[in-house]
């Protein structure tokens, strides 16, 4: 069990640039999860996938956003034309159905 | 009403000391609770769950639920300086997590 793994740690980028985080979740839990969370605030939920069906998403998650599961195993996040106020911690966790979630170290995304 | 509230301190407390710590949630139909300990730039911990009324202990860690009050509340005890961080409740909606902002413990030696 090496946990659920994020890349990159920190990403700093220029407003109106795209770009893609990476989650590989604990390899036995199906169900995969993306929260955002700012300075001083808890994190938001944004999506979360069982297997490779994405099976919700918070309205937080405007059009920019996209997230992926295409194998049921790793996940990625997209986040198009970045704006100042997408600058956050942006985590993701994994489980198995109705047990606790576990986060990896996530992605500090910085836009100048 | 925010659907899960804490106090965002900081807390203070003295080395050895319990340190006591309180959420709320407004929804009545939760079932599921859980308690992560986030070090400043990391990422959240798991440190402890709870579904049933009543107190769970795990070392020096107890939970407590009161789904009636509709509260929870974390304990450490014998508080250690490396305990020294921010605490978040979580409540389970649906299969999402809702969490509070975080209530922030500082032990001091």
């Known amino acids: 069990d090496t946990g659920v793994s994020q890349n990159p740690r920190h990403k700093i980028t220029k407003r109106g640039q795209n770009v893609t985080f990476r989650c590989d979740p604990i390899?036995?839990?199906?169900?995969l999860y993306w929260y955002r969370q700012t300075l001083g605030q808890g994190p938001e939920f944004l999506t979360y996938?069982?297997?490779?069906?994405?099976?919700?998403k918070s309205r937080l998650l405007s059009d920019r956003f996209s997230a992926e599961r295409p194998k049921g195993s790793f996940s990625t996040l997209e986040i198009q034309r970045t704006e100042q106020g997408d600058s956050a911690m942006y985590l993701c966790?994994?489980?198995?159905?109705?047990?606790?979630?576990?986060f990896g170290d996530g992605t500090r995304l910085s836009i100048l | 009403q925010k659907e899960v509230e804490q106090n965002s301190g900081p807390l203070s407390v003295p080395e050895g000391a319990i340190a006591s710590l309180n959420c709320t949630y407004s929804d009545r139909g939760s079932q599921s609770f859980f308690w992560y300990r986030q070090y400043s730039g990391k990422s959240p911990e798991l440190i402890m769950f709870i579904y049933s009324n009543g107190d769970k202990e795990d070392g020096r860690f107890t939970a407590q639920l009161n789904k009636a009050s509709q509260y929870v509340s974390l304990l450490i005890r014998d508080s250690q300086p490396s305990d020294s961080a921010t605490y978040l409740c979580?409540?389970?909606?649906?299969?999402?997590?809702?969490f509070g902002t975080g209530t922030r413990l500082q032990v001091f030696p």
């Open positions: 966790a994994s489980s198995t159905p109705n047990q606790p979630q576990h």
């Open positions: 996938f069982q297997n490779e069906a994405q099976l919700e």
């Open positions: 979580a409540v389970r909606g649906t299969d999402k997590l809702i």
């Open positions: 390899s036995e839990h199906n169900r």
